[in-house]
């Protein structure tokens, strides 16, 4: 499998090309490139989440605590006084930092359900869903944020699949056909649960005929 530099580093490079091609198509402006790159570069390691003790799960939950802060203010400053929002906060801060990825990591197997295009999906319609509804982004904005994790998740993947063949002896590793994959299909509950988790998303996502003019643009931006 590859390691941590090469896949955020393929990532980035294949978010800058995103990035540019959308600038170029003034989709976004420089501000929002930057963005998506590093939306791209983040979902690059995403699937890596289920990996114990890895410098990727490190950082996704170091990265994660910051936003999820943010959330936490942003929904409960109307319902906590001062003092009871930076006690909540500060719970949520240490909670996603700290706890999260201990819980996460004891829940989870190495090129389980994470490392599929399933997993990819619910990430991707979770940022567009978060992009949309609470930071108030417009639809086909927050659907180009979903689809750059989405993206850099696919490359992840790819470079997985790409790294269990071995050229020079010409044969396929043991992890071949672990990464690139629709589900995991030695655990048939997490399929379904992680099914459940993205149809439970759809209603808070963006309009779906958003979403269709946006890949259709990007299949014209790239002929």
């Known amino acids: ?42 979902g690059g390691i995403l699937p890596d989440i289920d990996a114990d003790r890895s410098r990727s799960i490190r950082l996704i939950f170091n990265l994660l605590s910051v936003p999820s802060l943010v959330l936490g ?21 240490f909670g996603v930092r700290y706890l999260a990825g201990v819980v996460f990591s004891r829940f989870t197997v190495h ?54 063949v ?3 002896g010409a044969r396929l ?3 071949f056909g672990t990464a690139l994959k629709l589900g995991d299909s030695r655990r048939p509950m997490s399929n379904l649960l992680m099914l459940i988790a993205t149809l439970t998303l759809v209603p808070w996502v963006p309009p779906w005929s958003v979403l269709g003019e946006l890949l259709h643009q990007g299949s014209l931006l790239w002929r």
């Open 111 to 164: 090129r389980g359900i994470w490392h599929s295009l399933l997993a990819g999906v619910l990430c991707g319609l979770a940022t567009a869903a978060v992009s949309f509804n609470l930071l108030n982004q417009p639809a086909w904005l927050a659907w180009s944020h979903g689809v750059a994790v989405l993206a850099g998740f696919v490359i992840h993947l790819t470079l997985d699949e790409v790294y269990s």
């Open 173 to 175: 590793k043991r992890s």
């Open 73 to 93: 203010v942003l929904l409960l400053q109307p319902w906590l006084t001062p003092g009871l929002l930076l006690v909540a906060c500060g719970g949520i801060y």
């Open 166 to 168: 071995d050229l020079e």
């Open 1 to 42: 499998m590859a390691n941590f530099r090469t896949h955020i580093t393929v990532a980035a490079a294949g978010g800058v090309l995103i990035a540019f091609g959308g600038w170029q198509a003034q989709w976004w402006p420089v501000n929002q490139s930057l963005l998506v790159v590093a939306l791209v570069a983040f």
